[in-house]
């Protein structure tokens, strides 16, 4: 089974984008199962989500404690400990991945390297925010950035089925938005763009581009 | 889409077994929404608060899509299960939902149901009650519950929850039945969890709610509420007035157990059961269930053979079937996520030499319970009893 923990701050689509993930991986032929955790909902509060993948039934639910993969979506996570988890890389399993959102390398204590390094975990920096400001024009796509660099870096899901997924969250027939809060960002998003279709346009730029540059990285 | 009258009634049977189903990738408030859609609801009201304010937004959705004939925000959970009440005593098919403060808010009004035969269906996604405050999933609400005359189901996952639904209202709308039953889920854990689900077809709906089949009285405006339909027997004080009222509340536990036979109509066995000849058994409800069974997979790979007993039926509790169930067994874990152990307490009072229970895991305050912890209960843990 994959286990990816998502570590993030309200209002960066931390819960929308693993939505994303476990509807991609559902449509590659995957179980999968999606769920977040997080307090009273409120912008810039810590914020996580999980989502398991696998060919078999998947039964486990609640937070991941033992992660292959962990997406970080804001150096705070980090550095300011917006975290329900401490270190941000507790329980990563052996030959993990680590993607972190930052425009800089963030430099971590020498204990948390040497653990990193007995696990054989490799950790990615990627400019996510930077990205979706200036392929898509709005932060708020960060999280979508995200997904890219993940495919880029791993091949969890087919880029096609993310593609799809990607479609069916903001522009399916059924799409439920779970929070005002929610709402209200979704809102702010659409009125960047006069059309749905330009917004899942931008946000198709993005994943491209962010799938690129973290394959760039792997190089 | 089809609308309402696009939909052909059909049975309970029908729907839930011989219906055609597609597989959905949906959360666990979804599942309530596509279970109401189907279910032919016509008084809905909702009190949002987390894990549950989905759920009740969901159906309004529906009520603005002409699935749900009425629909209102209450003023809280008192009035809203209060408002509940005078819709089904006015004979309504109702459906509400609610979790933690919520319950407990509205508490005085589950044996008020119970007492006066009330089909109610109600989704509950229990979630923390004690301070300092937490929203994340706990079930220690159920523990409340236990004896309040309602029936109680408890769905493990997202399809639990929306066949539990559906079969409800045929279960509590027999006039030898006739009183509530809570469906309830583990609030986040499954509320909102997206997992696959498989979902009836969109063009059928259940057979509306028949209420000259009640074996009280509907209320309307000739019969009206009190003196006719409920005689108050603590007006008058008297040998007659207490020997009513301990004989009606003993045709409420009577109600439940004349349930017995339709919820496994429809249910199945109230327990099921995993490798039942293993001499370890883990006993489980709701979500600790699947936890249960990705730590009997782990304890496989380890050369440990471990049964699990999935409790679905609470109330009435299936004291025959889990006594038999674990006639044989020599440790007995039950996993829950509450602090109180309600089901211990349960399989303790249940079973003879309780000694050989092995109170917990328990997790409790919003946590997951790692499968990692039953494993070391499993092997470690030490039978004492409750």
Not at chain 2, 83 to 103: K, L, V
Request: glycine content about 8%; hydrophobic content about 40%.
């Amino acid at each position: 089974m994959q286990s990816i923990r998502m570590s993030g701050l309200g209002g960066q689509g931390v819960v929308t984008a693993a939505h994303i993930l476990g509807g991609a991986a559902v449509k590659d032929g995957k179980n999968a199962t999606v769920n977040p955790f997080f307090g009273a909902e409120k912008r810039l509060a810590p914020a996580e989500s999980y989502v398991r993948i696998s060919n078999d039934d998947i039964y486990d639910t609640g937070e991941i404690l033992y992660p292959n993969i962990i997406m970080i979506y804001h150096p705070d996570v980090i550095l300011m400990g917006k975290s329900y988890t401490m270190p941000f890389f507790a329980g990563i399993k052996k030959n993990g991945v680590i993607i972190v959102n930052s425009d800089r390398k963030i430099d971590f204590d020498k204990d948390d390297v040497e653990k990193l390094d007995a696990l054989n975990v490799k950790v990615y920096f990627i400019s996510a925010t930077e990205i979706a400001r200036e392929v898509g024009g709005t932060d708020l796509s960060t999280n979508i950035a995200m997904l890219g660099s993940l495919l880029g870096i791993t091949d969890i899901v087919s880029i096609q089925s993310m593609q799809k997924s990607l479609e069916e969250r903001f522009g399916g027939k059924s799409k439920f938005i779970a929070s005002g809060t929610t709402a209200a960002l979704d809102d702010a998003v659409k009125k960047q763009y006069d059309k749905i279709e330009k917004l899942i346009s931008a946000n198709t730029s993005i994943l491209n581009e962010s799938f690129n540059r973290a394959k760039s990285l792997l190089k | 889409m089809p609308s309402y009258n696009d939909l052909k009634e059909v049975s309970t049977e029908y729907m839930l077994f011989k219906a055609k189903r597609e597989e959905q990738f949906i959360t666990g408030s979804e599942a309530v929404r596509e279970a109401v859609r189907r279910a032919n609801i016509e008084v809905a009201i909702s009190y949002p608060i987390t894990p549950q304010s989905e759920s009740m937004h969901l159906v309004g959705d529906l009520y603005a899509e002409g699935f749900v004939k009425e629909y209102f925000r209450g003023e809280n959970e008192f009035a809203v299960m209060s408002e509940i009440a005078g819709a089904a005593m006015g004979g309504a098919r109702t459906f509400t939902a609610t979790c933690g403060p919520g319950t407990l808010r509205a508490f005085e009004n589950f044996p008020m149901w119970a007492g006066a035969r009330l089909p109610i269906v109600m989704a509950f996604m229990p979630r923390g009650v004690n301070s300092p405050l937490t929203i994340q999933p706990d079930t220690i609400e159920m523990g409340f519950l236990l004896d309040t005359g309602i029936m109680m189901l408890h769905a493990e996952n997202a399809q639990d929850l929306y066949d539990m639904l559906l079969m409800s209202f045929d279960i509590v709308e027999q006039t030898s039945v006739h009183i509530p039953i809570g469906v309830f889920i583990d609030g986040f854990f499954v509320t909102h969890t997206r997992q696959k689900v498989h979902i009836v077809t969109e063009d059928v709906r259940l057979k509306p709610y028949n209420p000259s089949l009640s074996p009280v009285p509907i209320m309307d405006m000739e019969t009206p509420p009190f003196r006719c339909m409920r005689d108050p027997f603590v007006m008058k004080s008297n040998y007659i007035s207490y020997a009513a009222h301990a004989s009606w509340q003993q045709e409420i536990m009577a109600s439940a157990q004349r349930a017995k036979r339709h919820i496994k109509k429809y249910l199945g066995n109230f327990i099921e059961q995993e490798n039942p000849s293993a001499p370890i058994q883990i006993v489980a409800s709701g979500t600790a269930v699947s936890q249960s069974r990705e730590a009997i997979k782990m304890l496989k790979e380890d050369g440990i053979s471990a049964g699990l007993v999935k409790v679905k039926l609470i109330r009435p509790f299936p004291t025959k079937e889990i006594k038999n169930a674990l006639s044989k067994t020599e440790k007995i874990i039950i996993p829950e996520f509450n602090r109180t152990g309600w089901l211990a307490r349960e399989i303790a009072s249940t079973i003879p030499n309780n000694d050989r229970i092995v109170p917990g895991p328990r997790v409790y305050g919003g946590m997951t319970m790692p499968p990692e912890v039953i494993v070391e209960v499993v092997k470690n843990g030490t039978p004492i009893g409750i």
